[in-house]
C-alpha cells in the first residue's frame, strides 16, 4: 500500500514558535488520519545564496533537524540548495515532490513561496492542489505581543542584542554553535586567554563585549566575550571575530566544539589609548559578568 503524507515544506530557521504551530499541526493531523507526517526543507537557507546581506542562520542543519524530530515528525527531507536548485521553476518544484511522495493534505504558512524567485505563491499552489488532488491548509502568522514571528525578525533582534525577546519568539534561547580555532594570542598576552570561535555563518549580534554562557566539555562556564575586530591592536579592515574568556577556566584548547548563548551586552567596542586601559576595561567586564550573572 501506498505511504500518504501529510506535508509542510519550508526553511524553518531556528524553528520558532510560529513553526511550532504548523509542525505540530502537520503531527496531530497525520495522526488522526493514521497516516505519516513530513517536514521538506532546505539547506543552507535559499537566502544564503540570494542575499549579499545575509545575516546568518539561526539554527545550523544539525540543530534544525533535531528541533523538528523533537515535536514528533515522522519524516525530514533536506533539499540541497545551489545555484541550479534556486532555478528550479516553481510548477516543476511542485511536480518533482509529487512524483515521489502522495501528499494528502499540505499545510504551509501564509508567506510561503516557492520556486524560481519566488514566483509560487498561495494562489499557485491552489491550482497544484487541485491538479495533483491534494488539501491544502494555510496558516496565519503567530503574533506574540503584537510581533510577528518570523526567522528575519529573530535574526534582526540578535543583529541588535535584543536576546530576550528573541527568545520570547523562539521559545528558548539563543544558542550558537562553532569551533575553536587558533588565535593570534593577544589575549594570552594581556593575561586573559580567550578561545577563538569559528561561528560558520551563525547569525552574530553587534560588535561589542557580551556576557555569555559557554558549553565546553561536557559542561556550562560564565564567560566575557568580545565580537569585533580588536581595534587597539588591528586596523578596521580586520574580519569580525568572537573572543571569549572563560571564567574558572585555565585548559589551553583548540578544534573542539562549543555552544554559545548570549546573556547581555555589556558595552560597545572601544579603541583604548593604551595596552593598560584595555587590560583595565577587560577586568571590569569580567568583574561585572562573575557579580552579576550565574550558571543556575
Known amino acids: 500500500m501506498e505511504k500518504r503524507y501529510i506535508v509542510t515544506i519550508g526553511v524553518f530557521d531556528g524553528v520558532h514558535l510560529g513553526h511550532k504551530v504548523i509542525l505540530q499541526e502537520v503531527r496531530k493531523r497525520a495522526k488522526v488520519r493514521k497516516i505519516l507526517s513530513a517536514v521538506i526543507t532546505f539547506w543552507p537557507p535559499p537566502s ?3 542575499n549579499k546581506n545575509f545575516l546568518g542562520w539561526i ?13 514528533g515528525i515522522d519524516y525530514i527531507w533536506v533539499l540541497r540548495v545551489n545555484q541550479d536548485f534556486l532555478k528550479t521553476k516553481a510548477e516543476d518544484f511542485m511536480r518533482r515532490i509529487v512524483r515521489r ?42 503574533m ?3 510581533e510577528v514571528v518570523s526567522s528575519s525578525y529573530i535574526r534582526r ?6 536576546f530576550k525577546k528573541a527568545e520570547r519568539l523562539l521559545g528558548r534561547e539563543y544558542c550558537l554553535k562553532g569551533r575553536v580555532v587558533k588565535g593570534r594570542g593577544v589575549g594570552k598576552r594581556l ?16 560588535r561589542g563585549v557580551y556576557a555569555l554562557k559557554v558549553f565546553l566539555n561536557k559542561r556550562w562556564f560564565l564567560g566575557a566575550a568580545n565580537i569585533g575586530i580588536c581595534p587597539t591592536f588591528f586596523n578596521s579592515k580586520r574580519s569580525l571575530s568572537l573572543e571569549i574568556y572563560i571564567l ?3 585548559e589551553e584548547i583548540t578544534d573542539k566544539k562549543v555552544k554559545v548563548i548570549f546573556l547581555q551586552r555589556i558595552r560597545g567596542e572601544r579603541k583604548f589609548p593604551s595596552i593598560e586601559k584595555l587590560q583595565e576595561a577587560i577586568r571590569r567586564d569580567i568583574q561585572y559578568v562573575s557579580a552579576n550573572f550565574s550558571l543556575n
Do not use: H, M
Open 48 to 50: 544564503k545564496i540570494l
Open 191 to 206: 593575561g586573559y586567554p580567550t578561545l577563538n570561535i569559528d561561528t560558520n555563518d551563525f547569525v552574530l549580534p553587534p
Open 248 to 250: 574558572n577556566f585555565d
Open 59 to 71: 539554527t545550523d542543519r544539525e540543530d534544525k533537524k533535531k528541533l523538528i524530530q523533537s515535536l
Open 144 to 146: 506574540i505581543k503584537g
Open 101 to 142: 511522495i502522495k501528499i494528502e493534505e499540505l499545510i504551509v504558512g501564509e508567506d510561503f513561496k516557492f520556486g524560481y524567485r519566488g514566483l509560487g505563491n498561495i494562489e499557485k499552489l491552489k491550482q497544484f492542489c487541485l491538479q495533483f488532488r491534494f488539501k491544502l491548509r494555510v496558516f496565519k502568522k503567530k
Open 157 to 162: 533582534l540578535i543583529k541588535k542584542a535584543e
